[in-house]
């Protein structure tokens, strides 16, 4: 930082003499660098890594990649939700969900609520790339990262994720679910126009925190995306010890795995997840605000007296089939679309692995 100054009328650390700080065009105008004042450098560093091209290139990279894997498995989704929330349903593979669904709700069904979802995933995945890449420029500034770092990162990534976007998934989790056929009783039905009536009517029947139910098990999930960053990049890191460039089924592959091992390990929590979203069902409907840590072992608990152990997992393979194969897909157009982006603008990401 440049600091200008009266002659004579130096203080502090700042009083050494200008013909000895090296810049010797600034002393004769009277100017002097302050060395105090460096490490302002820092803070505009850190900033401009926070604010950077690469980390908004990364984001809409992330975003789209998301949004394109999800269109394309969307009915893998509906297949899952359908099988957490509803639980006296009997199919109990992801075939035959879809084919009930179909014949009994039309051949667009497995679809609803496709559009609320796609603008919450858009949203959300930007948030998490941004976020993650902003972070980790700004702590790995430049190094090599690590396993921990990654996992650090990624948690501090999901919680803000969480914060800022759980509305618009307890809204799409509610309009995809709405007009489904149940086999569950206790479910009260839902009738929204669209996401800003959904909105409306939540905030005006159930307050406005009801907007924010699941938080709290969305906040213990954030270490789903935090482990699968973790093994994505970890696994990244190994095989560009071994090639200079990952192929495209190098990047699926690892995506998938990345998800997989994130999937099974955070799968019960999931389905308490989707039940405290929908928010519609006549269990327990005092104190449901926010998915509190009573409400979360309310729900394991009825989960585990009615189905066993196993019903804390009903629909898992068509979590791991939708999930595995939507982060491959959307690692891979991620990857692809970041190289392409970068190598049309000329530009060279700072990121190391």
């Not at 159930?206 to 696994?235: C, D, H, K, R």
């Not at 091992?261 to 979203?277: E, G, N």
Request: with cysteine; proline share 3%.
């Amino acid at each position: 930082m440049v600091v200008l100054e009266e002659a004579g009328l130096r203080g502090g650390a700042c009083d050494a003499p200008a013909r000895y700080s090296g810049a010797s065009f600034a002393s004769q105008f009277g100017f002097s660098f302050c060395w105090e004042t460096a490490a302002g450098f820092a803070g505009t560093a850190h900033m401009s890594s926070v604010l950077s091209y690469e980390s908004l290139v990364h984001a809409v990279a992330g975003a789209v990649g998301s949004m394109t894997a999800m269109t394309v498995f969307f009915p893998l989704d509906t297949a899952r939700l359908r099988l957490q929330v509803d639980e006296k349903r009997k199919s109990k593979t992801t075939h035959m969900v879809l084919l009930e669904i179909i014949k009994e709700e039309g051949l667009l069904a497995p679809y609803r609520g496709w559009f609320p979802v796609i603008s919450s995933l858009c949203c959300s995945n930007f948030v998490y790339f941004y976020t993650f890449n902003s972070l980790k420029a700004v702590w790995v500034k430049g190094q090599h990262s690590t396993t921990g770092k990654d996992l650090v990162v990624g948690f501090v990534a999901g919680v803000v994720n969480v914060l800022l976007t759980t509305p618009l998934w307890v809204v799409n989790t509610r309009l995809k679910l709405q007009g489904a056929k149940f086999r569950n009783e206790d479910i009260v039905p839902t009738n929204y126009s669209g996401i800003i009536d959904a909105f409306h009517q939540i905030i005006r029947d159930e307050g406005i925190l009801a907007l924010w139910n699941g938080t709290f098990p969305s906040l213990l999930l954030v270490f789903n995306p935090a482990i699968q960053f973790m093994f994505y990049e970890g696994l990244k890191r190994q095989l560009l010890k071994k090639r200079t460039k990952l192929s495209s089924l190098d990047v699926f592959l690892i995506g998938a795995i990345a998800k997989a091992i994130a999937t099974t390990v955070t799968y019960p929590m999931q389905t308490v997840q989707s039940i405290l979203r929908f928010g519609r069902h006549r269990l327990n409907p005092e104190n449901r605000t926010l998915g509190s840590l009573r409400n979360v072992l309310y729900l394991l608990h009825q989960r585990v007296r009615r189905f066993g152990i196993a019903g804390l997992y009903k629909g898992l393979e068509a979590k791991l089939l939708q999930t595995v194969l939507t982060a491959a897909l959307m690692f891979l157009v991620y990857e692809k679309l970041t190289a392409a982006t970068f190598m049309v603008m000329g530009l060279k990401s700072t990121r190391k692995h």
